[in-house]
């Protein structure tokens, strides 16, 4: 099949490299515009655009989805098919150019964690499984039929940077297998449960504060649920205290927030229990064990 593929961020890299491959022709990419991504620093391009031009496929930059140009662009490559994986929100018009449709690869179990940040909120919400599926792109947001889905148990320690780099894996083979079944329409599609969707919406920092009046398995599951980014943090004697890996402490009676040492453990109290804090920074530090924080560490012993 000749393929259009878009995305920008190295989650739809293996996804790129194996279609690449494949049997079918990637007849462009479609990637953001370059820009600036430090102060100081000149413009620069998405990791999905300097793959590409690695592999030495053509590359669309992109900034106005609805731009006629950019339409135009696409109608004249006579693509059967749209990959799209970690991009934006296409235009209905668009979507419908190629002509056995666009298909998404989401990193969830649709249709719960509809959104933005699937693997952020399955973790903290506390799942034990989740996984990535792969479907057909529609007018509403990630409400397509299904064509395949794959799960994956999630660790109880495991972070949001952990599962990401699983499931960018995991779900590059399955976008793989689905693209060959719909090159030899061979594939069958059910359509979603919309009363059983779960939203999973953009974090911003304030979403990120972490409540020790909250329960130990709640606060674990946020902390790692939001590590590496955007990461949770709290203040500690006025200045930040981000936190990115942790677990479940032994139950011993600490104020909410009290900070403790046991043995080689950084505990911190919350409502029914504490949490290990293994890996934390505090403002203006580099990021460091819970044991070495607190060496040199002297004052209140309280997060808030």
């Not at 006579?78 to 970690?86: G, I, W």
């Not at 203040?235 to 043995?263: C, H, V, W």
């Amino acid at each position: 099949m000749r393929i259009v593929f878009m995305g920008s961020p190295d989650f739809a890299i293996p996804s790129l490299e194996k279609i690449h491959n494949s049997d079918h022709e990637i007849v462009s990419v479609v990637s953001n515009v370059d820009k600036r991504r430090g102060r100081g620093s000149k413009p620069s391009p998405t990791v999905v655009k300097k793959r590409a031009l690695e592999l030495d496929l053509p590359v669309i930059e992109v900034e106005e989805l609805d731009a006629p140009d950019f339409y135009n662009k696409l109608d004249a490559l006579n693509a059967d098919l749209f990959v799209v994986v970690a991009f934006r929100i296409l235009p209905t018009k668009v979507l419908e150019l190629p002509q056995k449709g666009s298909v998404n690869l989401h990193a969830s179990l649709l249709p719960k964690y509809r959104g933005a940040a699937p693997i952020h909120w399955a973790i903290i919400n506390g799942e034990d499984e989740t996984g990535c599926t792969i479907f057909f792109l529609d007018e509403n947001v990630d409400a397509g039929k299904i064509i395949k889905q794959d799960t994956t148990p999630i660790g109880p320690n495991e972070t949001t940077g952990d599962l990401y780099e699983r499931l960018k894996e995991l779900g590059s083979d399955t976008l793989l297998e689905a693209v060959e079944e719909i090159d030899q329409e061979t594939y069958e599609t059910v359509a979603q449960a919309h009363a059983q969707a779960t939203p999973a919406p953009k974090l911003f920092t304030d979403d990120c504060k972490i409540d020790f009046n909250s329960p130990a398995q709640q606060v674990h599951n946020k902390i790692r649920g939001l590590s590496p980014f955007p990461t949770a943090w709290a203040k500690i004697d006025d200045l930040k205290f981000n936190m990115y890996r942790s677990a479940i402490g032994p139950d011993k009676n600490l104020g909410t927030g009290e900070l403790q040492m046991e043995g080689d453990d950084l505990l911190v109290g919350c409502d029914d229990g504490t949490v290990i804090l293994k890996e934390v920074q505090l403002q203006g530090k580099r990021r460091m064990s819970g044991k070495d924080f607190i060496n040199g560490y002297n004052g209140s012993g309280f997060l808030h």
